[in-house]
């Protein structure tokens, strides 16, 4: 009877064990995933801040769409990607000092090399964006950020197409 019933709480505990350890696991998010957050993050807080400065600064209707998507777009994967991480991450504020130099190099710019320069900056920027986030999609273990990244990560090779040809129709050419 003894014997039984050790093996019953043997059976039970390890029960508990698997159901349990997992989801502590997914919990867990790696400092290298932590640092993708906020850097996604960030560049998000860029491309929405950058895009209400072209849709007031630009000349190019095509450049104040493009701005228009970037202000909708990367709002919205910011969101989504608050609620994919929920609490375990603490989500910036503030843009990290490369996005803020990029916003005040645009601010800087004159009417009439603002759309040009805008357009560069987005070119290169989703050229880094597509890069890192196929990178970290291969990487990431976590399930609810990887989710995001893989739904994000088609928007971005979108995003970056719109940006060269917006470029290309502006004369600026790729770097």
């Not at 039970?12 to 906020?38: D, H, N, Q, R």
């Amino acid at each position: 009877m003894k014997r039984k019933l050790v093996c019953m709480a043997a059976v039970s505990l390890f029960a508990v064990c698997s159901l349990v350890l997992p989801a502590l696991a997914a919990e867990k998010l790696t400092m290298g995933e932590k640092s993708f957050i906020k850097e996604a993050a960030s560049g998000g807080m860029m491309e929405v801040e950058l895009g209400q400065m072209a849709k007031d600064k630009a000349k190019s209707q095509e450049v104040k769409d493009f701005a228009q998507r970037m202000v909708t777009d990367h709002g919205k994967a910011n969101e989504e990607l608050k609620s994919a991480v929920g609490n375990r991450v603490k989500m910036p504020t503030k843009m990290e000092l490369k996005h803020k130099s990029t916003v005040e190099k645009l601010s800087k710019a004159s009417a009439d090399e603002f759309d040009k320069k805008y357009a560069e900056a987005m070119v290169k920027d989703h050229k880094k964006d597509v890069e890192k986030f196929t990178k970290e999609s291969k990487k990431v273990k976590d399930p609810e950020l990887k989710g995001w990244i893989d739904k994000t990560l088609p928007v971005l090779e979108q995003h970056l197409q719109h940006a060269r040809d917006m470029a290309h129709k502006l004369g600026v050419a790729e770097k």
